[in-house]
C-alpha cells in the first residue's frame, strides 16, 4: 500500500467523514486546515477550544436573563447538531467530566443520537452535522467510549506545506525541523519562527531571536546557521 502524506489524506477525506480526529503535536496546521477547507465549501463553522474547566453548557447551552425572564439559548454543539454544520472541538484530550459526558452523547451515532435540552425539548442531529477533533496527544489516552466516536484518526506527522509556506523562504527549513521536536522544551512552533521572522526585519536576528526564543535564543540561530539559511543582519557593518 502506497504511503501518503498526512496532509494528502486530510485533503481527500474532510469533505467526507463525519467524525475525524487529526492528532499530533500542537502547531502544524490541525486547527487551520478543517477551518479553511470547510467554510471554502460554504458550511458554517462552529469552533470551541476545551479545557479541563469548559462546561457542557459550552456546547449544549444554557438559559439567558432577558426582559425579566429567562430564554433558552442553544450552544454550539446543539446549533451545529440543528444546523449540519462543522463543529470544530479543539484540544478534545483536555476535556474535563462534565464536557465528556456531553460529549459522549453529542458524538453518538446518527440513527440512535437523541438529546433532551434542559426545556425539555428532545431533538436529533441534522444528517449533515460534522465534528473535527484535535488532540495533541496520543488518541489511545483518550476514554474508550469517546475515542470510539472517532474511527477516522489521521496522525499529523508534518507541519501544513500552507504554514511554512507563509514563512521567510530561509527560516523555512529551520522551522519545519524544530516545530516537531518530541521535548517540549526544546520545539520552536510556527507561530513562534513567523514573529521571528517579523522582527528580525526590523530589529535584527539578534534581538529577535531573543524576544520571541527567549531562553532557546542561541539555539535557534544555531539551527538556522546549522540549515545554511542564516540571514546576514541588515545593521551589521
Not at 500542537?26 to 476545551?50: A, C, E, I, M, N
Not at 433532551?116 to 488532540?135: K, N, Q, R
Not at 539551527?223 to 541588515?234: I, M, Y
Request: charged content about 20%; proline content about 6%.
Amino acid at each position: 500500500m502506497a504511503a501518503f502524506d498526512c496532509w494528502q489524506v486530510v485533503a481527500v477525506v474532510l469533505a467526507h467523514a463525519k467524525r475525524i480526529l487529526l492528532w499530533g503535536l500542537p502547531g502544524t496546521g490541525k486547527t487551520f486546515t478543517p477551518t479553511t477547507q470547510h467554510v471554502r465549501d460554504g458550511r458554517t463553522v462552529y469552533s470551541v477550544t476545551l479545557t479541563e474547566d469548559t462546561p457542557a453548557a459550552e456546547l449544549r447551552g444554557h438559559y439567558i436573563p432577558r426582559g425579566g425572564n429567562f430564554e433558552w439559548q442553544d450552544g454550539s454543539g446543539v446549533r451545529a447538531w440543528r444546523e449540519g454544520a462543522v463543529l470544530i472541538l479543539n484540544e478534545l484530550h483536555r476535556a474535563g467530566g462534565d464536557m465528556t459526558g456531553f460529549l459522549l452523547a453529542l458524538l453518538d451515532s446518527p440513527a440512535t443520537a437523541r438529546l433532551t435540552l434542559p426545556t425539555g425539548e428532545t431533538i436529533t442531529p441534522h444528517p449533515d452535522f460534522t465534528v473535527v477533533a484535535t488532540s495533541n496527544g496520543d488518541p489511545e489516552t483518550l476514554l474508550d467510549a469517546l475515542r470510539d466516536r472517532f474511527p477516522v484518526t489521521v496522525c499529523i506527522d508534518k507541519v501544513h506545506p500552507d504554514a511554512l509556506a507563509a514563512l521567510p523562504v530561509d527560516i523555512r527549513v529551520a522551522a519545519e525541523n524544530t516545530a516537531l521536536i518530541p521535548d517540549e522544551i526544546r520545539r520552536l512552533s510556527i507561530r513562534a519562527w513567523e514573529a521571528f521572522g517579523t522582527l528580525r526585519d526590523a530589529v535584527g536576528p539578534e534581538y529577535a531571536a531573543a524576544a520571541v526564543f527567549g531562553e532557546s535564543a542561541e539555539d535557534a540561530l544555531n539551527t538556522l546557521a546549522l540549515a545554511g539559511q542564516t540571514a546576514p543582519d541588515k545593521d551589521a557593518t
